[in-house]
């Protein structure tokens, strides 16, 4: 159900999670609310599918992470 605040503002989405460089998930301050960007750059429903898309993105986005910190150490 929207809060009343956002059906006359609007959402004030914050992120809430960072999932990797370019996607992100966000909730509303007010109704909690979540939406995560595609691959595209469009806002989505956080829905179950995206957030299992999002959690393999994370986990993917993690792994790179831990090699590029591997490859420092190594020089
Ligand atoms: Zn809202």
Do not use: W
Request: with cysteine; hydrophobic share 30%; net charge positive.
């Amino acid at each position: 159900m929207k809060h009343v605040y956002c059906s006359l503002f609007g959402h004030q989405f914050e992120i809430s999670k960072e999932v990797t460089y370019a996607v992100k998930e966000y909730k509303c301050k007010h109704c909690k609310t979540e939406v995560t960007n595609n691959g595209n750059g469009n806002f989505v429903e956080l829905t179950p599918k995206y957030k299992e898309i999002n959690s393999v993105l994370e986990r993917i986005h993690l792994r790179r992470l831990a090699r590029k910190q591997q490859t420092i150490l190594d020089h």
